[in-house]
């Protein structure tokens, strides 16, 4: 298990428990409605029957994550039987990240307090369900978490806990609780890889310049010396995956010379390199070693949809297999030490997550169950792909997702940008696409510029235009969107999180004419002040900001120019702002200064605070009323349908 804290990401999964009624109304009489019937928020939100499924150690077991009176926990039980068990009761926030150790005894899952990140590192006993705080400190957040086979009591886990700023390595018993130091921080490592002997021995720095470099060293009494440099352009993407079994090689998914991702070995001796597998349009987007001598098995690049690449002849027939079970997205979850068993999901556009058991050994593959079988009763939505140029001339792809039943014609469309921004919109079931289209409006995913997977040029030509080139990619779409007579010019949406939340709020302030509302969820209004309150254990990562983003101290006008508060006079569109009070990464600071600019300004807007959340909406309760909340609002100016029965 490896948990890297990584900055801007996507807000956490939303959920929330299932409610038996409901009823919907719809705000424009005699406006067509989709052929399917309404899906209440609470299946396409709630907390999901079965999520995040993963085999112990050995295969007798299986665990996964599942609601006890509406709060998740971890459940467990005997691979050969159906009667799984909570192992956990947590009746607070839940659990939403977990793994088994590699002793198959003890699971290891997050907390942290009302959503302000400062994770402890948990452990749980499958036999005896005794739960252990293994990082019981306090303003300290775990950031790294990994484990060696071959070594089943020992967890390598990072903290902050000698100063908030970096990190240090700590080895961990799990059958003592004990702690020890095993690296201290020399002041600029913000990463690190074992080696298959559970030795630490390559790191890596962030630069001044928003480079990095990667240091090796050939035992952990040796002295680190410099592998290789990656420049700011390779930085962001290029990522070490750990090293060959001979421990002398390190394979990397590298773009040093290329401008996509591809899966290198090189040499720490001589530094050669071999190239393993490419792509030369598309970012490779991960690796399957073997189990026993770490050989790269399976690579997938996320095209349209996602695309696999057998790197190894013995798992040829195993991918067969499974692919003539179904058309969806495969991705392989775990699989037993023995590499027998795999569990495995299948993604589709239209239905929800399948996961199955498969065994190697037969060839034959048994089905475990649905994230969310209920959604089964409902007709859900195509996503399709669509690709457009931009008015600079790049491809900026994404998806739009149809209501059902309507005709692709003059739609009201909701644009739900993603998060990230180094991230990117995939094919595959989504709650919030299906959301948007059984209410009647299409729903448009842009890939804009920055998005990763289509190589580090398409990302680094979002350096400086945060507010700036990626919102024009947003508008490109959205006009061809117009000019195909998808949707209609007067009921366009913008809504996103994080910085999908800044998007949706540099869309009502610089093209006010172009959407008819915004929805904002914990997103920064403020890029000067945002990026000088980052939290203090991203303060290492601070140079990569400002070569993405601006310098407060060099370019304080160009991150003012940029951001949607100093254009706050123009949005004139109906506003909905979300923020959680203990939100480390977009503090309530950015909120209240958009909210004072839209009062000063006597703007049209809802909004709504969470008091005991941080950069997402974890506790069952605080969703549901947001999703109430979200759906009137668009009900109210795009006029589809929305679930009344709870107010908001």
Same mark, same amino acid.
């Given at each position: ?16 428990? %299932? ?22 928020? &609470? ?5 999901? +029957? ?34 799984? +068990? ?26 942290d307090s009302d959503g302000d990140e400062k994770y402890h590192l ?7 369900? &005794? &739960? ?20 089943? #009591? ?49 790191? @890596? ?9 990667? @240091?090796?060293?050939?035992? +952990? ?8 440099? %990656?420049?700011?352009?390779? !930085? ?9 079994s001979d421990g002398k090689r390190l394979y990397v998914k590298d ?14 001796? *001589? ?14 987007? =991960? ?48 699989? *037993?030490?023995? *590499? ?66 309507? &005709? ?23 709650? +919030? ?39 024009? #990619? ?18 366009? !949406? ?12 540099? =869309? ?41 983003i601006g310098n407060p101290e060099t370019e304080e006008e160009l ?90």
């Amino acid at each position: 298990m490896r948990y890297i804290q990584r900055s801007c990401l996507a807000f956490v999964y939303l959920a929330i428990s %299932l409610s038996a009624s409901l009823s919907f109304h719809s705000c424009t009489p005699g406006q067509p409605e989709p052929s399917t019937g309404l899906i209440p928020l &609470e299946a396409l939100f709630g907390d999901p +029957e079965m999520k995040s499924p993963q085999l112990s150690p050995d295969g007798t077991k299986i665990a996964y994550l599942a609601p006890v009176d509406g709060v998740m926990n971890i459940f467990t039980g005997r691979i050969d039987r159906d009667d799984f +068990e909570a192992l956990t009761h947590d009746s607070d926030r839940g659990i939403s990240r977990y793994s088994w150790a590699l002793d198959g005894k003890h699971l290891l899952f997050l907390r942290d307090s009302d959503g302000d990140e400062k994770y402890h590192l948990f452990s749980v006993n499958s036999e005896t369900a &005794e &739960e252990r705080d293994l990082t019981p400190f306090h303003n300290v957040t775990v950031t790294f978490i990994t484990q060696v086979r071959g070594y089943p #009591d020992e967890v390598i886990l990072a903290m902050n806990k000698d100063d908030p700023s970096l990190h240090d390595l700590y080895r961990l018993s799990l059958s003592t609780g004990e702690l020890e130091i095993a690296l201290k921080n020399p002041g600029d490592f913000v990463g690190w890889v074992l080696d298959r002997s559970a030795k630490i021995r390559c790191a @890596y720095a962030l630069t001044d310049d928003g480079g990095a470099e990667v @240091y090796v060293r050939d035992s +952990e009494d040796a002295d680190w010396r410099l592998a290789f440099t %990656l420049g700011a352009e390779d !930085a962001l993407t290029t990522e070490v995956l750990g090293f060959a079994s001979d421990g002398k090689r390190l394979y990397v998914k590298d773009c040093r010379n290329s401008n996509t991702l591809h899966l290198m070995l090189v040499n720490l001796e *001589d530094m050669s390199q071999e190239t393993i597998v490419e792509d030369n349009d598309y970012d490779l987007g =991960g690796v399957m070693f073997s189990r026993s001598d770490h050989i790269p098995q399976l690579a997938w690049f996320e095209k349209d949809r996602r695309e696999l690449m057998i790197l190894d002849e013995s798992v040829q027939e195993d991918i067969d297999s499974l692919t003539a079970l179904h058309d969806g997205s495969i991705r392989v979850q775990s699989r *037993d030490n023995s *590499d027998s068993l795999w569990l495995v999901s299948y993604e589709f556009d239209r239905s929800p997550i399948a996961y199955y058991v498969y065994d190697r050994r037969s060839r034959q593959s048994r089905f475990l169950g649905h994230d969310r079988p209920f959604l089964k009763d409902f007709e859900l939505a195509e996503m399709e792909p669509f690709s457009i140029t931009s008015r600079d001339g790049l491809t900026i792809r994404g998806y739009v997702t149809y209501p059902v039943g309507l &005709e692709r014609r003059n739609l009201p469309m909701v644009v739900r940008v993603h998060g990230g921004p180094y991230l990117r919109d995939t094919w595959g079931f989504e709650p +919030e696409p299906q959301w948007f289209a059984n209410r009647g409006y299409a729903c448009m995913q842009v890939n804009y510029r920055g998005s990763t997977g289509y190589g580090k040029d398409f990302v680094n030509a979002a350096n400086h235009e945060w507010g700036g080139k990626m919102h024009d #990619d947003i508008i490109d779409a959205v006009d061809w969107a117009i000019r195909k007579r998808i949707a209609d010019p007067n009921r366009i !949406a913008i809504y996103g999180s994080s910085w999908g939340g800044f998007a949706a709020l540099v =869309g009502a302030a610089f093209t006010p004419d172009v959407f008819c509302c915004a929805v904002d969820v914990v997103g920064p209004a403020n890029l000067y002040t945002w990026i000088k309150t980052i939290p203090v254990y991203w303060a290492s990562a601070r140079s990569v900001w400002y070569y993405r983003i601006g310098n407060p101290e060099t370019e304080e006008e160009l991150l003012k120019s940029r951001s949607p508060l100093y254009k706050a006079d123009q949005i004139k569109i109906p506003m909905l702002i979300v923020q959680g009070a203990n939100d480390p990464r977009v503090p309530i600071s950015e909120y209240a200064q958009i909210i004072d600019a839209l009062k000063k300004n006597s703007v049209d807007y809802e909004h709504v605070l969470f008091e005991n959340e941080g950069h997402g909406f974890q506790r069952s309760e605080n969703r549901l009323k947001y999703y109430h909340k979200a759906d009137r609002f668009l009900s109210r100016y795009l006029g589809g349908r929305f679930e009344s029965g709870l107010n908001p």
